[in-house]
Every structure is written in C-alpha cells, then in structure tokens.
C-alpha cells in the first residue's frame, strides 16, 4: 500500500506582496485567484484577489479589474464584502478584502441541493439590503448569482477548513452574515467607461441575466432585481430557472421563454415565494418590482406570513432529507431600533436566570454539555470506529417508489441525470432513451448504435457523452437532434465515466486505463494513469472539482488532484475487485464498493486527506455494484446483489436497512441528481425504476 501526501504547488503561498503576506489560497474568481493573507501592520488577516500577469497585460481586463476594487470600495454595508485596499507590486495588481469565514452559496446547492424556504427568503432579503445601498451609491452589480453570494457567520471550530462538510451534514451558522461578492462586472452609472460598457454589454452569467442584459441593452437596478429573482428560484429548487442547457439557448429562454413556476418543481413553496420569483422575473421591466427595496417589502411580508402559519423555530422543511436550522434574523424592524431598546430588558433579566442556573448544574455539566468530558476538551469516544471522525448528519429518509420506466430489454449500462434532476439517460444494447423525469415521458430516443457501456451528461450544455463497444465516445444533443461529434477510437472499452461539475472534464474508465479529456472545446487528452491494466470500472468528480477518484477491478483505489494531477492519495486490497466510488460532501473522503471474497460485498469508507488514515471496512454481506450519497453525507444508499435490496446505510452508526425492493433482478447503476429528491436504479433486467427521497416520520427522532 502507497500513500501519497497532498503538495501545495502554488508559487505564492508563503511570499510577501506589499504589506501583505499570503498564507494559502482559498479559490478562483471571475477576475483571478484569491488568497488568505495576512496585514503586517494592522496585524488582521484579509483575503488578497491577485490579478494574473498576463491578464494585466489586458487593458480591458485590468480596467474591469480596477473597477471592482473601485466599485465596491464606494459602499460600506454590511450585507456587501467591504474592500480595504487595491494597490500594485511590480507587475502585479492586488485588491484587499475582508476575510470571512463561510462559503458560498453554489457550494450550499452543489452540497445539499435547495434550502428551505425560509432560509433562500431570508437570503435573498439580505441581498437585498445590499443591492438597496449599491444601487443608491449608483452601482449596477450585474452578476447576481448564488456563488457571488457569500455564507459566513461560522464559528472558528467550524471554519476550519470545514464549512463544506459543516454544510453539507445540515448545520447553518448560529448568526448568519449574508455577503454580496465579486463586483468584477458591476457598473458605475455616475462614471463612464465606454469602451469597458460597450465590449461586456452581454457579459454575465447566462444562467440568472435579464432579457435587456441578455440582448446587450443597457442594465439599471431593475436588471439586478432580475438576477436576484433568478437566485431566488435556483435556491428554492435546486436549479436555475431555465435548466441546465448551453449559453445561447439560456439567453434565449430568458428573453422568450414563460419563467416557470418555481412549484412545479418543489410543490411546497409557499404561494408568496413562488409569486416573488414570477414578479422579479417578468420579461418586460416594468412589470417587474419597481426596486431592490419593494422587493425586499414583499420578501420580509412573505416570511412574517410564513410564521403566521407556522413559526419555524426549528425548520422542520427537510427537502432533500436535510434539516436545518432556520435563520432567526427575520423581522428586520429590529434593526433600526437603538441598541440598548431592544436589549436592556435581558440586562436586568440575565443574572436572574443564569446564576440559579450555574449552581444548579454544576460547571461539569456546563462543559460537557456538548458531549466534552468534564476538565478535558476532547470528545467523548464512541469506540475506534468513530475515533477522530466528524460526525455525519444522518436524516431518518426512506424510499417512496414513483415511476417504472420501461424502454430496455438489456442490462442498464449507463444511467446519469442531468445537472437540475429534469432529465434522467438510460442506455442499454443499442439504444439510450433520454426521459422527463416529471412527466415520465421520452423526449429523444437513439438508437442502432454500437452495445452502449456508459454515459454522462456533460454541466452547463445541453449535451449527452455516450460511450460504446467500438471505442467511441459520441456526443448526442440532451433533448434531440443528431450527432454533435466523436473522439476515438480509444485503446480499450470505456466501462465507466463522470463528467467534472464545470462541465470542462470528461473522466473515462477504460478497460486498461484512466483517461481525463477537456471537452470545453475539442476534446483533447489531458492525463492518463496507464500503469493499471484492470478494468477501471469506477471513477468520480468531488463536489468542488478539484478531486478526481478511480477504482479498478485489481482492488485499488486512486485520487488525484485535478489540474496538477499529483497523487493525493492510493490504497489496495486484495482480494478485491471495486466497482463503484463517491466522494463525501466536503471533498476530503471517498465511499468504494465492490466484490471481496468470493459471495461477499467490501465496502469502505477512506478519510484519504487526514494523515494516516486507512481505508475502514464497512460490514456488506452482498457485493456492492453501485453507490451514492444523499445529501448531508450521512446517508448511502447501496445495492447490487440478485434480488437483493436497495439498502440504507446510516454512516454514522454503520449500520443499514433495507431501502426499498428491486424485485427478481439485481440493481447494475445508480444515479442521484444534485438536489437529491430522487433515485434512479437501473437494473439488470433492463428496467429503470425512480423513488423520491421522503422524510421517514416513523423513524424520526423527538426533537
């Protein structure tokens, strides 16, 4: 067994820039990368935005660069990420901002799939405070979207690196802080830039941009109000209003296309919420809430009517089998109230309270209440099993049978959903059907191919990858058409593929070997892992991209850091043959199964980035052909064996229950979209049958 370490490559981490040292790098912005940094003289950390070289070389670029220290540098409030300082070293231009622990809102989605109700409200509420003093300042943001919107509020425990399994197992910060971020294409309406305006008319997001900013018409505040309405619907659904198609089709659907409701894709949103969407998102800009500030009126209405019909103290929505707990910050009346009216009465109530209290419990009890021992800070163990070991949140779900779809009368080889959950692939011999997963109707079918072997949908197109026995990997139009293009032939069969979340990368198990192509434009290879001559019949995306992870039938398993492709990662067992791989929601450990000793199932659970670790064996008495988890990390959903189930493994307590039937037949695939509502499993026998993922009351625990 090897074990590789993860290896920092950045040039920059350690170096000094100004005043400024930088500690590490925490992600990519549209205008370059952003580092956590330190200040020397005022001793307080910041978040550096360094823009590259050879992009500062770009006049318009640098221009548009400069704008945004500029921009945001003219508002000081606290729903907007405040900017300290914008200078210049050599070359290199730097923006210093305020550092905040969180994350952003696209990461919350990618992680969980969408937010109650009360939480995306409230969201989008503080947004608007923010865009209400941007657009009195005269500053157009022009780029509203879920991951221009920062999460922060964290705990220094919790940000530790681990917001997103914080996240991701259900948690929200006690005190939220809600962030507008990124004013790369904002537009100041009191100063002109004609060159910069005229050449990034269109310039945005297609996902979430107003029919006039769509068309390259001049933008005001009413083309934000649109873009917020369009952030709105995706983190109440899960998905951008328009889906997951290519950019042209996006800026066409927002200029002539109806908005849909948001309730035909979650049919519990309150009315109000659902009409906010629709009015925000009119076509015509009249039509349309007349300001940031009458938008957050009828924002900050629908929640007070939301706890008239029942005050969610603790949010009891747990779409997408995730409970979180609900915002507290809601009445914003508050805010305009002095300090010491709103708080005095707990002044002379406070010492009432608490000083019985503190005698009556004893300080041990003070200590331990979050399971610490009395005078230590350690948690107490739960066994070697769970030593060191973050907890997952495992919600009491089931399975609720929806759909049998029936087109195959093969073995299901591939079976993929499309980014948002509308489209559902199945491919089977010589033919793949695409499907509605809310009708159950077929909205493109293909065949006499070639014995189809996998497929995947490719992020942010509107395309399909379908690979077959001749070696060939063709790419299909995701609702009709012909062909679009083909690479190949490859040296072996493609036994398994996974699409990268931007939708840039195309993973590719081969017969013999492990192959990434860039399909951003002509597919091109960009690494191969040759030296295993198995079949590498799992491979599998992180959340955020960066990871890439691979199992083969000689029983090991690969991870590899996308881009530089160094090892973060290997381990082996033998006997083994793995089958199947997922990542965990914070990206840090990986899930794999497959066929141990002869009639019995392996499965592991490997925290690869905590040094040290071993994969641990997970009890499965019937081998394991496909995997997946549902949203929050706490809950796999597992299966494979003739006639065996579909089972439920809590995480946590490593225990499992049966999920649901599969009949005479055994389960071949898997598929989960990333809002986690529904399960797809393709069988053996060549039928596709869908459950919808529902709170299980019966199992529930008191809260």
């Not at 948690?379 to 609720?400: C, F, H, Q, T």
């Not at 077959?468 to 009709?480: G, L, Y």
């Amino acid at each position: 067994m090897e074990r590789f370490a993860m290896v920092d490559i950045d040039p920059w981490i350690g170096k000094r820039l100004g005043k400024y040292r930088i500690v590490r790098a925490i992600g990519k912005g549209g205008m370059g990368m952003v580092y956590e940094a330190e200040d020397a003289r005022l001793q307080r950390p910041v978040a550096l935005k360094l823009l590259p070289e050879h992009m500062a070389r770009a006049e318009l670029v640098l221009k548009r660069f400069l704008l945004e220290g500029r921009a945001a540098a003219r508002l000081s409030h606290p729903n907007v990420v405040a900017v300290y300082d914008i200078g210049q070293r050599g070359t290199t231009y730097y923006l210093a901002m305020e550092l905040l622990r969180g994350t952003n809102l696209q990461k919350v989605l990618n992680a969980r799939g969408p937010l109650p109700w009360a939480h995306a409200t409230w969201v989008c509420a503080e947004v608007c405070r923010g865009l209400v003093a941007a657009h009195a300042a005269g500053l157009i943001h022009r780029d509203i979207k879920p991951s221009n919107i920062l999460l922060a509020g964290f705990t220094e425990q919790e940000s530790a690196g681990k917001e997103q399994a914080t996240l991701a197992a259900g948690a929200w910060p006690a005190n939220p802080i809600i962030k507008i971020a990124d004013f790369g294409l904002a537009k100041l309406l009191a100063q002109s830039f004609p060159r910069l305006t005229t050449l990034n008319s269109t310039v945005g997001t297609p996902a979430y941009m107003s029919p006039e900013q769509c068309r390259g018409e001049p933008v005001d505040a009413l083309s934000d109000v649109y873009a917020l309405g369009s952030t709105y619907f995706t983190l109440l659904t899960g998905r951008p209003p328009f889906g997951d198609r290519d950019d042209f089709e996006l800026l066409e659907a927002h200029c002539s296309t109806p908005t849909p409701d948001p309730r035909q894709f979650r049919p519990d949103i309150p009315p109000p919420c659902a009409a906010i969407v629709l009015r925000a998102m009119t076509k015509e800009r009249s039509q349309r809430f007349h300001s940031a500030a009458e938008m957050l009126d009828a924002l900050t209405a629908a929640m007070v009517a939301g706890h008239r019909t029942g005050p969610p103290a603790v949010s009891t929505d747990t779409v997408g089998a995730v409970h979180l707990q609900a915002p507290t910050r809601l009445m914003p009346a508050a805010a305009h109230r002095p300090w010491w009216k709103r708080w005095w009465p707990l002044a002379l109530v406070f010492p009432i309270l608490i000083v019985p209290l503190l005698f009556s419990t004893g300080l041990s009890t003070f200590f331990s209440r979050n399971g610490n021992e009395p005078g230590t800070g350690n948690p107490k163990s739960r066994g070697p099993a769970n030593e060191g070991k973050k907890p997952l949140i495992a919600d009491a779900v089931k399975l609720r049978p929806t759909r049998k779809l029936t087109a195959h009368q093969q073995s299901i080889a591939g079976l993929a959903f499309s980014r948002y959950g509308d489209r559902l692939a199945s491919g089977a011999g010589p033919s793949i059907v695409v499907w509605d997963t809310v009708t159950g109707e077929r909205v493109h079918f293909i065949e006499h191919l070639p014995s189809v072997t996998a497929l995947a949908f490719i992020p942010g197109t509107a395309k399909l990858a379908v690979a077959t026995d001749d070696r060939i990997v063709a790419f299909w139009p995701r609702d009709k058409g012909t062909e679009l293009g083909r690479f190949g032939p490859l040296n072996a069969d493609v036994v398994s593929m996974a699409a990268s979340p931007d939708g840039k990368l195309l993973a590719l198990g081969t017969g013999s070997d492990l192959q990434v192509w860039d399909v951003s434009a002509s597919p091109r290879k960009t690494f191969v892992y040759p030296r295993s001559q198995h079949k590498v019949a799992g491979v599998a995306f992180s959340g955020d991209g960066q990871s890439l992870a691979w199992v083969n039938f000689q029983g090991e398993i690969h991870v590899v850091e996308v881009g530089n492709w160094k090892s973060a990662a290997q381990s082996s067992q033998k006997p083994g043959e793995f089958s199947c791989v997922t990542f965990t929601p914070d990206g840090k450990s990986v899930i794999y199964g497959g066929r141990g000793e002869p009639g019995r199932g392996v499965l592991k659970h490997w925290e690869f980035a905590r040094f040290g670790a071993n994969p641990r064996t997970i009890p499965s008495d019937s081998e394991v052909r496909a995997l997946g988890l549902l949203p929050g990390g706490g809950n796999l959903l597992y299966g494979g064996g003739w006639g065996g189930p579909l089972r439920l493994l809590d995480l946590q307590e490593e225990k499992s229950r049966p999920a649901a039937s599969v009949g005479q037949t055994a389960l071949v695939r898997l598929a989960m979209p990333t809002n986690g509502r529904t399960v797809a499993g393709g069988m053996e026998s060549g039928g596709v049958q869908l459950w919808e993922v529902v709170p299980d009351t019966a199992k529930a625990p008191a809260n």
